[in-house]
């Protein structure tokens, strides 16, 4: 019995030992892709603004996403210098003035809405915002782009949030959409006219979101 009680010891302690040089190995595997340059980064348009290293650090942390109902998808709250993104899975909208009386317009589109590549101030939705304020008109612009969706994706959405009864419903809606509406799917499952069962994938997306910060779980 003493062995056997020593054998299941010696077990236990390697396999902590084990786990504890995981974590580590991830903490520094995860610090070391941190410090990594990003090739966009050196590109023209990012070379004198004194926010791109903190954005692309930003963007890098913020490409995450968890799964909605009706095979949709939106980004995981995110809170930055460069993006922010609320607890519903929509990105701040810079010159967005959303008083009372302000009309209201929803803009869905794939990653070129979103914003990939540009800070909140820089995405579509926050430049139609300043030209309504610029114009003397503020209106209340949402950003409901998503990476990868497609038009049938932000037709959803609309439906969805016409559904609800508190939120705050569009005078205007605008869609520009283009290459996802094929690239996307062909991409994830082969076909344009199939889409990815992105629901089923929300368990590897939650585990996915955790990958590099060395969780001892």
Same mark, same amino acid.
């Given at each position: 019995? @003493?062995?056997?009680?020593?054998?299941?010891?010696?077990?236990?302690?390697?396999?902590?030992?084990?786990?504890?040089?995981?974590?580590?190995?991830?903490?520094?595997?995860?610090?070391?892709?941190?410090?990594?340059?990003?090739? @966009?980064?050196?590109?023209?348009?990012?070379?004198?603004?004194?926010?791109?290293?903190?954005? %692309?650090?930003?963007?890098?942390?913020?490409?995450?996403?968890?799964?909605?109902? &009706?095979?949709?998808?939106?980004?995981?709250?995110?809170?930055?210098?460069?993006?922010?993104?609320?607890?519903?899975?929509?990105?701040?909208?810079?010159?967005?003035?959303?008083?009372?009386?302000?009309?209201?317009?929803?803009?869905?589109?794939?990653?070129?809405?979103?914003?990939?590549?540009?800070?909140? %101030?820089?995405?579509?939705?926050?430049?139609?915002?300043?030209? &309504?304020?610029?114009?003397?008109?503020?209106?209340?612009?949402? !950003? #409901?782009?998503?990476?990868?969706?497609?038009?049938?994706?932000?037709?959803?959405?609309?439906?969805?949030?016409?559904?609800?009864?508190? @939120?705050?419903?569009?005078?205007?809606?605008?869609?520009? !959409?283009?290459?996802?509406?094929?690239?996307?799917? &062909? &991409? #994830?499952?082969?076909?344009?006219?199939?889409?990815?069962?992105?629901?089923?994938? /929300?368990?590897?997306?939650?585990? #996915?979101?955790?990958?590099? /910060?060395?969780?001892?779980?």
């Amino acid at each position: 019995m @003493a062995a056997v009680a020593c054998a299941v010891s010696l077990a236990i302690a390697l396999m902590v030992v084990v786990e504890g040089m995981s974590f580590l190995a991830l903490r520094l595997l995860a610090r070391r892709d941190r410090g990594r340059a990003i090739p @966009a980064r050196n590109m023209s348009a990012y070379r004198d603004q004194p926010w791109a290293d903190t954005f %692309w650090r930003e963007q890098r942390l913020a490409l995450s996403h968890e799964a909605h109902p &009706f095979g949709l998808w939106r980004s995981r709250p995110f809170q930055g210098a460069t993006i922010v993104v609320d607890a519903a899975g929509v990105r701040r909208t810079a010159h967005s003035r959303c008083e009372a009386d302000a009309p209201t317009v929803y803009v869905f589109g794939g990653s070129t809405v979103w914003g990939y590549g540009a800070p909140d %101030w820089e995405t579509i939705p926050s430049h139609l915002a300043r030209r &309504f304020a610029e114009d003397g008109r503020p209106a209340c612009v949402v !950003n #409901l782009g998503e990476d990868s969706w497609r038009s049938d994706q932000g037709l959803i959405k609309l439906i969805q949030e016409l559904k609800r009864p508190d @939120a705050r419903h569009p005078d205007q809606v605008v869609f520009l !959409n283009g290459c996802n509406d094929v690239y996307a799917p &062909f &991409f #994830l499952v082969g076909r344009v006219d199939r889409d990815w069962e992105f629901e089923q994938s /929300k368990r590897w997306l939650d585990e #996915l979101a955790q990958i590099g /910060k060395g969780s001892l779980k």
